[in-house]
Structure formats: C-alpha cells, structure tokens
Nanobody, 124 residues
C-alpha cells in the first residue's frame, strides 16, 4: 500500500502562485510514477501533470503547459506541483495519484493510489 497526503492548497488571487506537495509513505516511492489530477464541482476528474519514477519524463495537460511544473524528490518521498499564473478556471480539488506503470497518464482509473485532495481556489 502507498499512502498519499496532499498539502499546500489555499485561496489565491488570479495571477498568483501556489506549490502543492504530496507526501508518500508505505512502499518504495521511487518505484511509482506520479500524477496530479483536479476536479471542479460538477466536472469530471481531469489530468493535470505526470512524472515518471525517475523524474526524467514529465507530461502536462494543454491547459496548464507553461504555467505548472511537476517535480519529485525521491529522497523525501514527495512530489510537487508548482502552479504559476493561476486563473479562476484552475479552481478545483487537486489530487495526487500513484501507480507503478499507468497505461495512460491521463486516465484516473490507471492509478492505484490516491490522496484525499487539497482545495485550490483562485479568485478573479
């Protein structure tokens, strides 16, 4: 089992920045690819960003490319999501997710482990 705990969410004005963290415990963190997803009220959960187990490969949704950066520190069992130039449309609950080898980075069902989520609210 892998336990994931997100932190770093909050209320920020449009144009501002936030850094989300996801701390992992349990099995060897470095064995897992990690992803960030988000879900706004009334909408489907959507892929935001993903990172390979080594950190050597990263993937982003078109809506966040150039604004968000995913990274990981395997020594600290933590994955990060740096969010810059935030927009009101970025308002959602953000979840981190982990899997040994997600078949499709953008498919929530391909991830075995999930955190409880952290709320990000961007005001206009």
């Amino acid at each position: 089992q892998v336990q994931l705990v997100e932190s770093g969410g909050g209320l920020v004005q449009a144009g501002g920045s936030l850094r989300l963290s996801c701390a992992a415990s349990g099995r060897t963190f470095s064995n897992y690819a990690m992803g960030w997803f988000r879900q706004a009220p009334g909408k489907e959960r959507e892929f935001v960003a993903g990172i390979s187990w080594s950190g050597g490969s990263t993937y982003y949704a078109d809506s966040v490319k150039g604004r968000f950066t995913i990274s990981r520190d395997n020594a600290k069992n933590t994955v990060f999501l740096q969010m810059n130039s935030l927009k009101p449309d970025d308002t959602a609950v953000y979840y981190c997710a982990g899997d040994v080898a997600p078949e499709n980075w953008g498919t929530p069902e391909d991830y075995d482990y999930w955190g409880q989520g952290t709320q990000v609210t961007v005001s206009s």
